[in-house]
């Protein structure tokens, strides 16, 4: 039920004709805290499926310390760290977290999945760690090396 959805914060009706919405939900980063991301995803109140669009925006909101960054998944594929399902069909709205040492760059990218029949609708935001406590400058060898 996405009225008892305690991180949503934005409800627009599509129109009096039609059974979707567009649905803003808030959601903070569990690990690197002071960062607040807001996503937008239409949700059919009807139909067994939602559409996968969707649209993401992340800020600074707090503090981002050193810390916090050590304690992420580094991975090139990042991690998962939203999930809200979209179907009952298993489809999935996922928020996924990548960090970009070389630029010093929290990404997340929010995209919809389906185990049996993947989307490719995406949508991409990023957070730079410059002038944060967590910034640290490139090393002289990786300057030096290209």
Same mark, same amino acid.
């Given at each position: 039920?996405?009225?008892?959805?305690k991180s949503?914060?934005?409800?627009? %009706?599509?129109?009096? +004709?039609?059974? $979707?919405? !567009?649905?803003? =939900?808030?959601l903070?980063d569990?690990v690197?805290?002071?960062v607040?991301? #807001?996503?937008?995803? !239409?949700?059919?109140?009807?139909? +067994?499926?939602?559409?996968?669009?969707a649209?993401?925006?992340?800020?600074?909101t707090?503090? !981002?310390?050193? =810390?916090?960054?050590? &304690?992420?998944d580094?991975?090139?594929?990042?991690?998962?760290?939203f999930?809200?399902?979209? %179907?009952?069909?298993?489809?999935?709205?996922? *928020?996924?977290?990548? +960090?970009?040492?070389s630029? &010093?760059?929290?990404?997340?990218? *929010?995209?919809? /999945?389906?185990?049996? =029949?993947g %989307?490719? $609708? #995406?949508?991409?935001? *990023?957070v730079p760690? #410059?002038n /944060? &406590?967590?910034?640290?400058?490139p090393?002289q060898a990786?300057?030096?090396s290209?």
């Amino acid at each position: 039920m996405s009225g008892c959805d305690k991180s949503e914060v934005g409800d627009v %009706s599509l129109g009096l +004709f039609t059974t $979707k919405d !567009i649905k803003i =939900n808030v959601l903070q980063d569990p690990v690197v805290t002071g960062v607040t991301c #807001h996503v937008a995803s !239409i949700e059919a109140d009807l139909d +067994f499926s939602d559409p996968s669009d969707a649209s993401i925006s992340c800020r600074q909101t707090g503090p !981002i310390t050193a =810390n916090m960054i050590a &304690q992420i998944d580094r991975s090139a594929s990042g991690e998962v760290i939203f999930r809200k399902s979209k %179907s009952v069909l298993l489809k999935t709205l996922k *928020t996924r977290r990548i +960090f970009d040492a070389s630029s &010093q760059t929290l990404m997340y990218v *929010t995209y919809s /999945t389906k185990e049996i =029949n993947g %989307s490719y $609708k #995406h949508s991409l935001s *990023t957070v730079p760690l #410059h002038n /944060t &406590q967590a910034w640290q400058a490139p090393s002289q060898a990786a300057e030096i090396s290209q």
